[in-house]
C-alpha cells in the first residue's frame, strides 16, 4: 500500500483537517493545526507530503522518525502540529486497514471510557456559578474555566477577589464536589499566581492549569512548593524532550500534551508512558475538532495515568461549527455520567463527512485570537 495524495481542509471554527489517501482506496483523516496559525501548518503540511507521496504509509514509526530527524531544525508548534495530523491519519490507515481501533494495534485498552470535562464561562468569565450548575444538570461531574482576564505582573487584590467570587459561586451552584479545573491560560505571572493559588486552596480546585506560561516554567518549582493544588501544564510543549526538564524537576501533577500539536499519537504515548514513571497524571488537551478527540482517546485508551479528557462541544470558539458537524454518527462522542465510551470503529473510531467537509472548506476560516492590551496600552497575555 501506498499513498498516493493529501488534502488539507480548513473547515470552520479555526480547524484544519487532512486527508491522506493510499492506491488502496483506504482513507485517513488527521487535524494538524495550531490555533491562530492554520495556514503556516497546511503549508508545513504540503512540505513534508514531499517525503511521503509513494510511501508505505504502515510504517509509521519509521515516517514519524523521518519527518522529525530528517530536517536539521526541528521541533516547535508549527512542524510537530504538521507531523501530528499526518501522524493520526496514518494510525487511521493501519487501524482500518487492519480492521482494529488503534488502541488496539497499540497493545489494548486498559479502560471502557474516559471522564471528560466541559468548558464554562468564554475568554472573559462570567456567570459561571450558573454555567456550573447546567454543566452538572448535563451530567458532566468537572468544568474549566478561564481564571481571570488580563493580569498584570503585579495587580490589584480587586482582581483577586473576583476570581475567588467565581469560584465561590461554582462551588454554590453546583456542589463541593464538582471538578473544577482553573486555566491561568498564561494570562497570570509568577508573583501573581503565588497569591490566587494560596487564595484558591479553601475551594479545592481539580488542578490549575498554566500557571505560568511555558517559557517560565522555572516557576513551577516555588509554585510547587507554595500550594497543595495539582498543577497541570503542557499545551503549548510540543515533545518528549519539552516535556522531559518537567517531569525530571517534579513540578508538576498532570501533563497535558495536545494530540494536534505533540506529534500525533505516536509521540503523545511516549509523552504519556515518560510521564507515568514520574507518578504525573494524563489529561489531553483538546479544545478542538472531531478528528484531535478521536485521536485523544486512543492514547487515553492505552494509558494507566490518563484521568481526565478535555473536548470543545460548546465551546466559546465553536460558533460557525460544533464538534459533531463533520461526523456522520453524531453519538459516537456521547457522554453520560460525565464519561465518555471509546470509539469501537476501525482506526480513529468516526467516520468524517467529506462532503461536508469540502462545503465547509469553501467558506474556510482566518480565525485569529484576540489581541489584549492593559489600561496603560502594552500588549497582554491572551
Known amino acids: 500500500m501506498k499513498i498516493t495524495n493529501m488534502t488539507c481542509f480548513l473547515v470552520p471554527p479555526r480547524w484544519c483537517f487532512l486527508k491522506v489517501e493510499t492506491d488502496e482506496g483506504i482513507v485517513g483523516w488527521g487535524e494538524p493545526v495550531v490555533e491562530g496559525r492554520a495556514s503556516t501548518v497546511k503549508a508545513a503540511v504540503e512540505e513534508l507530503k514531499t517525503y511521503l507521496i509513494g510511501s508505505d504509509p504502515l510504517k509509521i514509526q519509521?515516517?514519524?522518525?523521518?519527518?522529525?530527524?530528517a530536517g536539521f531544525y526541528r521541533g516547535g508548534p508549527v512542524l510537530m502540529s504538521a507531523i501530528?495530523?499526518?501522524?493520526?491519519?496514518?494510525?487511521?490507515?493501519?487501524?482500518?486497514?487492519?480492521?482494529?481501533?488503534?488502541?488496539?494495534?497499540l497493545g489494548g485498552k486498559v479502560r471502557d471510557s474516559v471522564r471528560v470535562y466541559t468548558w464554562i464561562g468564554g475568554d472573559r468569565p462570567s456567570d459561571v456559578g450558573r454555567a456550573a450548575k447546567e454543566a452538572k444538570e448535563n451530567g458532566f461531574t468537572a468544568i474549566k474555566m478561564n481564571a481571570t482576564e488580563e493580569l498584570q505582573y503585579i495587580d490589584?487584590?480587586?482582581?483577586?477577589?473576583?476570581?475567588?467570587?467565581?469560584?465561590?459561586?461554582?462551588?454554590?451552584?453546583?456542589?463541593p464536589h464538582m471538578g473544577i479545573g482553573i486555566d491561568f491560560h498564561g494570562r497570570v505571572h509568577?508573583?501573581?499566581?503565588?497569591?490566587?493559588?494560596?487564595?484558591?486552596?479553601?475551594?479545592?480546585?481539580?488542578?490549575?492549569?498554566?500557571?505560568?506560561?511555558?517559557?517560565?516554567?522555572?516557576?513551577?518549582?516555588?509554585?510547587?512548593?507554595?500550594s497543595v493544588i495539582p498543577i497541570s501544564t503542557g499545551e503549548r510543549m510540543y515533545s518528549r524532550?519539552?516535556?522531559k526538564r518537567i517531569l525530571t524537576d517534579g513540578v508538576v501533577d498532570i501533563i497535558q500534551p495536545d494530540l494536534s500539536h505533540a506529534g500525533g499519537i505516536t509521540e503523545t504515548m511516549k509523552i504519556a508512558s515518560m510521564a507515568e514513571a514520574f507518578d504525573v497524571a494524563l489529561a489531553p488537551h483538546c479544545p478542538l475538532?472531531?478528528?484531535?478527540?478521536?485521536?485523544?482517546?486512543?492514547?487515553?485508551?492505552?494509558?494507566h495515568n490518563a484521568f481526565i479528557q478535555e473536548q470543545s462541544m460548546g465551546i466559546h470558539y465553536n460558533k460557525e461549527n460544533d464538534l459533531l458537524d463533520y461526523v456522520i454518527d453524531k453519538d459516537v462522542f456521547k457522554?453520560?455520567?460525565?464519561?465518555?465510551?471509546?470509539?469501537?470503529?476501525?482506526?480513529?473510531?468516526i467516520e468524517i463527512d467529506e462532503e461536508y467537509v469540502k462545503q465547509r472548506a469553501e467558506v474556510g476560516h482566518n480565525w485569529k485570537n484576540p489581541v489584549w492590551r492593559h489600561k496603560d496600552g502594552s500588549i497582554a497575555e491572551w
Not at 63 to 69: A, E, F, G, Q, V
Not at 84 to 105: R, S, T
Not at 156 to 175: M, P
Open 84 to 105: 501530528a495530523g499526518i501522524d493520526q491519519a496514518l494510525w487511521d490507515i493501519k487501524g482500518k486497514y487492519y480492521d482494529a481501533p488503534v488502541y488496539e494495534l
Open 190 to 226: 509568577k508573583p501573581m499566581a503565588k497569591i490566587l493559588m494560596k487564595e484558591l486552596e479553601p475551594y479545592r480546585p481539580m488542578f490549575v492549569e498554566e500557571p505560568v506560561l511555558p517559557e517560565n516554567n522555572e516557576a513551577l518549582k516555588e509554585l510547587a512548593q507554595h
Open 62 to 69: 519509521d515516517t514519524w522518525n523521518l519527518l522529525y530527524r
Open 241 to 243: 524532550w519539552d516535556f
Open 289 to 303: 475538532g472531531p478528528i484531535a478527540l478521536a485521536s485523544s482517546l486512543q492514547v487515553d485508551a492505552i494509558s
Open 335 to 349: 457522554f453520560e455520567d460525565g464519561y465518555v465510551k471509546l470509539p469501537e470503529k476501525p482506526g480513529l473510531g
Open 156 to 175: 490589584s487584590y480587586e482582581k483577586v477577589d473576583e476570581v475567588l467570587a467565581r469560584v465561590n459561586a461554582i462551588r454554590e451552584e453546583a456542589g
